[in-house]
């Protein structure tokens, strides 16, 4: 799935590294790399160069658990929105605004969806 999302924006899969932890190593990250002091589900650190995908996710075991049952879905489904919402980070999406956020959204469910049907 990872492979088809990066595909469907024209690029090619590298090599892409998920790190699952917990809140406390997510909060240090986003302290040291970003200067950001709070809690996060995804972070994703890399980019598209020629074409081709590279980079490391880190996600939050702690938020998505969280966040899965504040929106009232599975757990698979909240994991699988943030390791989409981090390859689509990579390939050049952003979410800074209300704009961007529903765009990245949109892209999020299109997958879930298409996960969904295999």
Known sequence: MI???IK???RTLG???FIISNDQYILEIN???LKHNYFTDVIAFGGT???IVNGEIYISKDTVKRNSINYNVSLQEE???VLFH???HLVGYEDRDEVEKNIMHQKEDKWLR???SI
């Open 3 to 5: 492979e088809k999302v």
């Open 49 to 51: 160069s020629n074409g």
């Open 31 to 33: 302290r040291e790399f």
């Open 8 to 10: 469907s924006e024209k």
């Open 79 to 81: 994991m699988l929105r």
């Open 86 to 88: 981090g390859v689509l």
């Open 15 to 17: 090599d892409l590294n």
């Open 114 to 116: 298409v996960f969904n």
